[in-house]
């Protein structure tokens, strides 16, 4: 079975261009989730999908940032315009539940996308 | 204030030796999971261990086990036996009902294995 899989795997842009990361989920995984690692810092949720509607986006940094998930399978997440700030790692992660009989189900990461914006 | 907690930006363990990577939390949810992850050089996030916040036993997986003293808010991960491929980032992570499904993510810990 094939496992969370992030495009592109590094990406290097200059402030002001866009940018779209995408994020293939495990097959048949309804929660989608996109998390971002800035250099030194702890990895900081961003927002969640459960299948195609954002269920909780309170960790997205501010308006330039847009994700989407249309039809519920790959997901993608929009930079425009980057700014310098927005270099890191960011990581996408899926799973099937969330929290059933009194345990959570872990979430699967992807190998992240490396962005640095110059 | 921060949810996840690792003191240890990095560690040195010998080869074959046991090593133990600290981690504390700060939750008033009685409803909570513990996890950690590695992270090889290669990128990936590989999910290691699991700890819920009703179980009554420690978790352990091979050769990782999971301190869980709930009283103290810490979920220590013990790795026996070291191996040079448990160099990597160790992420202690932490997710709660209340505030929904998003990991709450300590700093890493840095390990290296001495051969």
């Known amino acids: 079975e094939a496992g969370v899989t992030q495009f592109p795997s590094h990406s290097v842009i200059e402030k002001g261009q866009t940018v779209t990361l995408r994020c293939d989920p495990i097959?048949?995984?309804?929660?989608l989730y996109w998390y971002r690692r800035v250099m030194g810092k702890e990895i900081k949720f961003l927002l969640h999908?459960?299948?195609?509607?954002?269920?909780?986006e309170s960790g997205m940094p501010n308006n330039r940032f847009l994700a989407e998930r249309t039809g519920g399978t790959y997901s993608t997440l929009k930079v425009q315009p980057a700014e310098l700030e927005d270099s890191g790692v960011y990581f996408c992660?899926?799973?099937?539940?969330?929290?059933?009989?009194?345990?959570?189900?872990?979430?699967?990461f992807g190998p992240g996308t490396r962005l640095l914006v110059l | 204030a921060q949810k996840i907690t690792q003191t240890q930006p990095g560690m040195f363990v010998q080869e074959k030796e046991a090593v133990t990577l600290d981690c504390t939390y700060d939750?008033?949810?009685?409803?909570?999971?513990l996890f950690w992850y590695k992270q090889p050089s290669s990128g990936e996030m590989i999910f290691l261990i699991y700890?819920?916040?009703?179980?009554?036993q420690n978790a352990t997986e091979g050769r990782y086990s999971l301190n869980f003293q709930k009283a103290r808010k810490s979920a220590n991960l013990v790795i026996s036996a070291s191996q040079l491929g448990d160099s990597a980032m160790y992420f202690c992570?932490?997710?709660?009902?209340?505030?929904?499904?998003?990991?709450?993510f300590g700093t890493g810990t840095s390990l290296t294995v001495i051969p």
């Open positions: 992570a932490m997710r709660e009902v209340l505030t929904g499904n998003q990991f709450y």
């Open positions: 939750t008033s949810d009685p409803s909570y999971g």
């Open positions: 700890q819920g916040s009703y179980d009554q």
């Open positions: 992660a899926s799973s099937q539940e969330s929290w059933a009989a009194n345990s959570w189900e872990t979430q699967y």
């Open positions: 097959s048949g995984h309804d929660n």
């Open positions: 999908f459960v299948k195609e509607s954002k269920q909780d």
